[in-house]
């Protein structure tokens, strides 16, 4: 994908200070601004529908649209990183995002909330997906990848932690107008930051990456002079004659379904179908962040010492148990049974992303492996669109959640299996 044509050698550190550490800050704030408004439409959906008598049918459409297209703009965004720089992408992303989500506040028309919803804010979140992150610590990072990731990992549920109680006491006091307005201020302040601090490599502000020794030499590879796009299709048409490609795409595809497809846009509606109200929903939501942060960390810091394989087995296995169990611990108030889900699907929720990137780099190489799992993370999304739009259907049609469920949890089961058919290792020929 590109070509080394210099060395860059790395001068001894001044103190004990590493500039990774700036620069996986910013990549936090970015990626926790970015789920800010993602967290957010499972509270605006019902407040949306009855100022403007639209269907759940047409609101789960729009998200899924915009889930599917941020999943698609990923590995292009990976490209883009490459070839333009992670701080203009990332930076272009951001106003895209709070200027799109501000112009919803005067939206009148299903279709513009298809375009606002699904196509700006969908690919803007998109070039700060996960993806963003796995680069930022492939390039910055020499020890402790793994630890990192999964910090930015968390960054889902941690801006899910933070916003979501307050978009929520937002749109229920003042409206959802008022609440998309903090997450457009929120993304345009954070373009501010990322223009201030972000820079693309340690090369650029000459240091090398954490953990490196003083001196040691590292290959600078220049940025590719093709396209983004053809960049992105050629890496898939590179990784697609492999299986292991195929099933960390299906898995990722399990993945999304059941997190962001049914529970992030779902949970609060299913929860106010048996009369908890949507307050206390977005809560107990809010509190599976609490614990994604947990598991999510402590995923990235198991995936330096455990095989990713097994790790990926245990988290779907998990998870497919808990969404066997969710229709029997919806209830108008918390019942203890509820408080057991929240904490293990708490733990459970990105604790896949870690070990999906390290197996995407020892089997990719460390170049390709952020297009590779941008790929990857396509298949996350285009599977949390399709669940979005499955589960809405099933409660149209069924009055209910419960097939949603249940649909979902068998899927969790096939991924164990793929997870355990990946190879330890590469193949020589990749």
Do not use: K
Request: charged share 10%; with cysteine; net charge neutral.
């Amino acid at each position: 994908m590109t070509e080394d044509v210099e060395t860059y050698v790395g001068d001894p550190p001044r103190t004990r200070w590493h500039r990774a550490w700036a620069v996986a800050g910013v990549t936090l704030a970015a990626l926790v601004a970015a789920a800010a408004f993602r967290s957010s439409t499972g509270v605006l959906l019902e407040p949306i529908e009855r100022e403007f008598g639209w269907s759940r049918a047409t609101t789960s459409g729009a998200v899924s649209l915009n889930l599917v297209l941020y999943g698609i703009s990923a590995p292009f965004a990976a490209a883009a990183m490459e070839r333009w720089g992670v701080r203009r992408t990332v930076t272009t992303a951001l106003v895209v995002v709070g200027v799109a989500s501000g112009l919803t506040t005067v939206m009148t028309a299903p279709w513009q909330l298809w375009v606002l919803w699904g196509v700006f804010i969908g690919v803007g979140t998109g070039a700060m997906a996960l993806v963003f992150g796995a680069i930022v610590a492939n390039r910055w990072f020499h020890t402790q990848r793994g630890l990192v990731t999964g910090v930015f990992s968390a960054a889902s549920a941690t801006g899910q932690l933070i916003f979501l109680p307050v978009i929520a006491r937002t749109a229920s006091d003042a409206g959802w107008r008022a609440a998309a307005l903090i997450v457009s201020a929120l993304a345009l302040l954070t373009a501010v930051l990322v223009v201030a601090f972000l820079r693309d490599r340690p090369g650029d502000v000459g240091v090398l990456p954490y953990g490196l020794p003083p001196g040691s030499m590292v290959d600078a590879p220049t940025a590719p002079t093709a396209s983004p796009a053809v960049v992105a299709l050629r890496v898939l048409r590179f990784a697609s004659r492999t299986w292991v490609f195929w099933a960390l795409a299906l898995t990722f595809w399990i993945c999304g379904w059941s997190t962001n497809g049914i529970i992030q846009t779902h949970f609060i509606p299913a929860a106010h179908d048996h009369g908890m109200p949507s307050t206390t929903a977005a809560g107990l939501l809010a509190l599976v962040g609490v614990f994604d942060i947990v598991g999510t960390i402590a995923s990235g810091w198991l995936t330096d010492r455990v095989d990713p394989r097994w790790l990926l087995a245990g988290y779907y296995f998990g998870r497919a148990l808990s969404l066997l169990a969710l229709d029997a611990v919806l209830a108008p108030g918390i019942v203890p049974g509820m408080w057991v889900f929240i904490v293990f699907y708490g733990l459970d929720w990105v604790a896949t992303v870690p070990p999906t990137v390290a197996l995407c780099r020892t089997h990719f190489g460390l170049e390709r492996s952020g297009v590779v799992f941008g790929w990857v993370f396509a298949s996350h999304m285009i599977g949390a669109g399709v669940g979005a739009s499955v589960a809405g259907l099933v409660r149209t049609e069924q009055g209910d959640y419960h097939w949603a469920w249940l649909i979902a949890a068998a899927m969790c089961f096939a991924a164990v299996a793929l997870s355990l058919s990946i190879p330890r290792r590469p193949h020589i020929d990749q």
